[in-house]
C-alpha cells in the first residue's frame, strides 16, 4: 500500500487531491492547521469509500518551522508527498510587514524544505518516491501587489530544477504544477466584474477548478511518470504564457 502526506489538505485543492488518490488506492496524511472540520468530514467519506486503506489527519502550523519535527515523527511509510498549502496578501511591497514576508516564506518554501529534508530517506526507501509542489503561474510571470507570493512561487520552481538532480538517482522525482486563476478561497476577495475581467483574459475563456490541479497530480504519481523530473507544468487555460 502507497502513502502520500498531502500539506494543505483543508482546501479546496487540497481536498480534491485527496479524493483523487484516495480513488487509486492511496492510503493519505491529511495535514490541516486550522482547517480541521474539512478534513475530519473528509476522512470519514473517505473511510466509508475505501475500507481498505488508512486515513489519518495531522495538525500544524507551517508558519512555525519549529514543530516539523513532531509532525514527521507521527509519520511511518511515505511515498509522496503534496505541499498544497498557499495564501497570498495584497499590498505594495513597501507595505508588507517583515511578519507576512515570514510567513509567505515559511508556508510555501522553507517549512516545505525542511519537510522534504526530514523525509527524504522514507522517499528513497519507498523506491517511488514523489515530491510536488502546488505552485502558481505568477511564478514565472509575476504579480504587482503579490510580489512575496510571486517571489515565493519562483523560489519553488528554482528549488524543484535543483533538488530533482541531486535525488533522481534516488528513484525520487521532484515537480511543480503551477495554477492559473482556479476557483478556490484566493479569489473569494474578487467582485463579480473583475472576475468577469480576468475571465476575459484568459484564452480558454473560464476560471480553473480543483479538478483541473488535481487531474495533474494524479499523473505525477503514476508508476509512468517516473522519467519526469525538475518540471513545472503549467495549468492555467493558456493564462499568463
Known amino acids: 500500500m502507497r502513502f502520500a502526506l ?8 487540497g481536498q480534491a487531491i485527496a479524493s483523487e488518490l484516495a480513488q ?5 496524511y491529511l495535514h490541516y492547521n486550522n ?32 514543530t516539523v519535527s513532531r509532525l514527521i515523527d507521527s509519520l511511518f511509510q511515505v511515498d509522496a508527498v503534496v505541499f498544497a498549502s498557499g495564501f497570498t496578501e495584497y499590498h505594495l511591497l513597501t507595505e508588507v510587514t517583515v511578519e507576512e514576508i515570514h510567513d509567505l516564506l515559511a ?20 523506491e517511488f518516491g514523489r515530491v510536488i509542489f502546488i505552485s502558481s503561474v ?12 510571486s517571489t ?10 535543483a533538488y530533482s538532480k541531486e535525488v533522481a538517482s534516488l528513484g525520487i522525482t521532484v515537480n511543480a504544477i503551477a495554477p492559473g486563476a482556479v476557483e478556490t ?20 475563456g473560464r476560471l480553473g477548478n480543483v479538478w483541473d490541479i488535481s487531474f495533474w497530480v494524479r499523473q505525477l504519481v503514476d508508476k509512468r511518470s517516473e522519467y519526469l523530473t525538475g518540471q513545472t507544468i503549467t495549468v492555467s487555460g493558456g493564462w499568463l504564457r
Open 107 to 126: 508556508v510555501h518554501l522553507t517549512t516545505p524544505i525542511r519537510i522534504i529534508q526530514l523525509l527524504q530517506t522514507k522517499l528513497a526507501r519507498s
Open 35 to 66: 482547517g480541521k472540520h474539512n478534513v475530519e468530514q473528509q476522512i470519514k467519506t473517505l473511510q466509508e469509500q475505501f475500507p481498505k486503506q488508512d486515513f489519518f489527519s495531522l495538525q500544524m502550523d507551517m508558519k512555525r518551522e519549529e
Open 152 to 161: 515565493a512561487k519562483g523560489a519553488q520552481t528554482a528549488f524543484v530544477k
Open 185 to 204: 478561497n484566493m479569489i473569494q476577495s474578487f467582485t463579480s466584474e473583475e472576475l468577469e475581467r480576468l475571465k476575459e483574459e484568459i484564452p480558454s
Open 24 to 28: 487509486d488506492g492511496w492510503s493519505l
Open 6 to 13: 498531502i500539506m494543505g489538505a483543508s482546501g479546496g485543492i
Open 138 to 149: 505568477y511564478g514565472e510571470a509575476g504579480s504587482a501587489m503579490e510580489v512575496m507570493y
